[in-house]
Structures are given as C-alpha cells and as structure tokens.
C-alpha cells in the first residue's frame, strides 16, 4: 500500500489549496478515506471523510463550507479542496486507508503528509 500526497505549500489567509493522495497497493474504490492533519505540537485531528464512491462526505465541523473533499477512483486519488483557510489550518495534512472496506475506521495507512502552512 502506497498513499502519496501532494499540493501543499504556504498560502496568505484566505487563500486556496488543492491537495491530492495518489493511492496504490489496494483496491481504492473499496475503501472510504480519510484525510487527516496534524498541527505544530499538537494530536492528530480528522479532517474528512468521503464513501467509496463519493456519495457521502463528512466534516470536522469547523470545516464545514470551507473544504471540499472528492475522490476519482478511475485514477485512484483522492483530493482536498480548502478554500478560506485560516492560520490555524497550518498543519501536516495526511490521506488514511481505513482498515476494513467495511467501515470508515481505524486507519493502517498514512502517507509521508504535505505541509500546509497559511501566513501573510
């Protein structure tokens, strides 16, 4: 199992990123993902969550109607849009592979992460 992030950076407040998990190793459109984060001394804090075949995402509340999170299981990536990001969504931003296909956690998998760092 292989999961690849990418798209991170630094970005004003405000600002937009699209992140992008390139997974292999499995059968993506088996499982729900999950993206996760983890800011500077802090626990790791989920972010989202979205079905097999996309038909249902779910949110940490306080990212609601500002992130967007999609999958293309023709290409086997999943993505994050964040929009209106905030200094407080600094943080390492993570793609997780539940265990079971069955269920939308716990994770095996994490890739290596991404930074996103949001400063004027």
């Known amino acids: 199992v292989q999961l690849v992030e990418s798209g991170g950076g630094l970005v004003q407040p405000g600002g937009s990123l699209r992140l992008s998990c390139a997974a292999s190793g499995f059968t993506f459109d088996d499982y729900a993902m999950s993206w996760v984060r983890q800011a500077p001394g802090k626990g790791l804090e989920w972010v989202s969550a979205?079905?097999?075949?996309?038909?249902?995402?779910y949110y940490e509340e306080s990212m609601k109607g500002r992130f967007t999170i999609s999958r293309d299981n023709a290409k086997n990536t999943l993505y994050l849009q964040m929009n209106s990001l905030k200094s407080e969504d600094t943080a390492v931003y993570y793609c997780a592979k539940p265990f079971s296909p069955l269920a939308p956690g716990p994770y095996d998998y994490w890739g290596q992460g991404t930074q996103v760092t949001v400063s004027s």
């Open positions: 979205i079905s097999w075949n996309g038909g249902s995402t």
